[in-house]
């Protein structure tokens, strides 16, 4: 298994191409199921997640073609209408293939999925809204069994109890093979979100109101083939920028925009970061100015992302002044907390929210990677500290940062990846 090796204290400079967003790859790589043609998707970050989506995709019947970062997708004939256990479990988004695969074959089984270990991450919304579009639900040793009915399935009012991302994705795709119009009340508004209504609507899709809290899918007979290029990764950019924050510097993220960090930008600002909207990226620079410190919650967008507050968290703990972080989307999600203090960090958890005073330095040490996001502040937090740190367990960061050792190395980091034996 790998590891990383950083040797902190180093300002990053350059400027650093952002790659297409993780989350909205998978989701629109997951629409090809909806249409018998081609669909060609630009910009699709090459990672575990998404090769673990092709291996499910393939599974599926769907031919897969990659070319640079385009990867083009055929699911002219879906061979198998059930998605096993071994690769489900490995990736939770790749639940997403039922409500395709249920509306374009009229059944299908999935097995209930994994993912990242922050939390119960229940599917009930998903299944809540597939009863509501008249399709039969029985869970039965560990997977999802949906039937349509006899004439398809149907357009209905879906009233999400929270926005979740994952469900309002689900019903969104699945909802534009539906018979009648399908609402979606209390709608996730994500940036991917946004990405996968507008890659649906180039498929013939008929969505309206993707990135507000009420979207409307009128039903089609059938969807065609289209080009989409991904958006590019909110997450991503805003770990780069934290970084800058933590080591100083000045780094152009091509293809970023502050839009697409929420409230983020906003606070970024407060700490002592400059985030300017350029032609062609963004801007993001701190010189000389010590970060301050901010009280912040994770929200849904456009509050501050639940996969940016392990990152923020890093940032807070060089410095002055005392920060609390709140995490309201997930109820497990601090375990990079006593690794943050291997490396000197002070922080104390309550519940749902950490309190990190700021200390004036910190010193590498021995880590290990406990989930996708989390790993990130391990990353953040050994670029700014004094000595060399060795993160362990790096897979997880393989899952969702593209090329990300060959990226730091581009931004002036001194990391290198080492084989573990
Ligand atoms: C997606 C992202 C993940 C991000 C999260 C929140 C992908 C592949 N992953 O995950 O990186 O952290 O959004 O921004 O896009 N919930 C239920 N029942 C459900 C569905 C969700 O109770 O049926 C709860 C979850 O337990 C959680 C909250 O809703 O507490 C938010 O989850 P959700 O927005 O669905 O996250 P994901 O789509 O799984």
Not at 1 to 24: F, Q, T, V, W
Not at 35 to 42: E, R, V
Not at 75 to 88: F, K, L, Q, R
């Amino acid at each position: 298994m790998d590891k990383l090796a950083i040797i902190g204290g180093r300002p990053l400079y350059g400027d650093l191409r952002i790659s297409g967003a993780k989350n909205s790859a998978l989701k629109v790589m997951a629409a090809c199921l909806l249409t018998a043609d081609k669909l060609i998707l630009d910009e699709v970050p090459d990672l575990a997640d998404v090769r673990q989506l092709l291996v499910l995709l393939d599974n599926h019947g769907v031919k897969a073609e990659r070319d640079g970062q385009r990867l083009t997708l055929d699911a002219g004939h879906i061979s198998s209408t059930t998605a096993p256990y071994e690769i489900v479990r490995k990736m939770r988004a790749s639940f997403n293939v039922l409500g395709p695969i249920l509306a374009r074959e009229g059944h299908a089984k999935v097995s209930l999925p994994g993912g990242c270990a922050i939390g119960a991450r229940p599917v009930n919304f998903h299944l809540m809204a597939f009863e509501a579009m008249g399709a039969k639900i029985e869970l039965e040793e560990g997977y999802v069994l949906a039937e349509a009915p006899a004439g398809g399935l149907k357009g209905a009012v879906v009233d999400l109890p929270f926005p979740s991302v994952g469900a309002t994705e689900h019903v969104m795709m699945t909802a534009c093979l539906a018979n009648g119009t399908t609402i979606i009340n209390n709608a996730a508004r994500e940036p991917e979100l946004t990405d996968l209504a507008d890659c649906l609507n180039a498929m013939g899709g008929k969505v309206e109101g993707a990135g507000t809290s009420q979207i409307t899918i009128q039903g089609v007979s059938s969807l065609h083939g289209a080009q989409h290029e991904v958006v590019a990764d909110r997450i991503e950019l805003g770990s780069y920028a934290m970084a800058v924050g933590a080591t100083g510097g000045e780094v152009l993220l091509e293809r970023g925009r502050r839009d697409l960090l929420g409230v983020a930008a906003d606070i970024l600002d407060e700490c002592g970061l400059s985030l300017v909207d350029e032609e062609g990226g963004l801007r993001v620079s701190r010189w000389g100015t010590p970060t301050v410190s901010q009280s912040v919650v994770t929200e849904p967008y456009p509050g501050l992302a639940t996969d940016l507050q392990a990152q923020f968290m890093a940032l807070m703990s060089k410095g002055d002044g005392v920060a609390t972080i709140k995490e309201t989307v997930f109820e497990n999600r601090f375990m990079h907390v006593p690794e943050l203090c291997r490396l000197g960090a002070n922080i104390s958890v309550d519940g749902q929210t950490a309190t990190v005073k700021g200390v004036p330095s910190l010193k590498g040490a021995e880590v290990m990677a406990t989930d996708l996001r989390a790993s990130m502040s391990l990353i953040i937090a050994a670029l700014s500290a004094e000595g060399q740190t060795m993160i362990s367990r790096v897979y997880h960061l393989d899952r969702g940062f593209e090329r990300l050792d060959e990226k730091l190395r581009q931004m002036g980091a001194l990391i290198e990846r080492v084989k573990d034996d």
